[in-house]
């Protein structure tokens, strides 16, 4: 499923119980296996507002890790910051530089492809974040960089156990909209209702 692009011219935590351990802070092999279509979002620069724009986040599997999802094993994932896209390719969002990790030869002004390269490799950069408020003093992982793995070693990272998908931000039956959580639902749960598609 291609991702939709918007012209620009929530749904409720389930409560379910997710035990996992918190990786240390470092460099992982991943793979691209969701493309979370986070919808229009409203935007303002200096209280200056701006015209809306669509968001995506993208879903990393961390090759090797899983976490605990009541009582069921399933692969670790994180989502990377959402960040805005447009009808092309341009310096204005950082897609062009989230696109360039999978294709090298990305250029200003054509439209990513991502379908693509849905379940290509990645090499992760996990940090931590210490929660406020309600979450205060717990410990969170999250992306803090993705860059390419050269093409010669592409080969030796596990393949994903998740199976690549491109969200839809209507569609809460989307496998990629469902594995959505934390800030990337929270997003998501902010769109524009009833944006005007292409």
Known sequence: ???????????????S??????????????????????????????????????????????CGQSVTIDDVEVPKMLWTKAFNIF?????????????????????????????????EPCSVHISHRIGKGEYAGKTFEEIAMLAPIPAKYRKGVPESRITPCIGDAEDEDNAATKAMYGLTRYIHGKRLQDPIPF
Not at 19 to 39: C, F, K, Q, S, T
């Open 1 to 15: 499923m291609a991702l939709k692009r918007i012209n620009t011219g929530s749904k409720e935590n389930t409560g």
């Open 87 to 119: 009808a092309k390719l341009n310096d204005k969002g950082r897609e062009l530089e989230y696109f360039k990790i999978f294709n090298p030869q990305a250029e200003e002004g054509t439209v990513a492809d991502w379908d693509s390269y849905m379940g």
């Open 17 to 62: 119980n997710v035990v996992y351990e918190v990786l240390p802070a470092g460099e992982y092999e991943g793979r691209l296996v969701y493309i979370a279509d986070l919808g229009l979002q409203a935007r303002d620069f200096k209280g200056e507002e701006k015209p809306p724009c669509q968001q995506i986040s993208l879903g990393i599997e961390i």
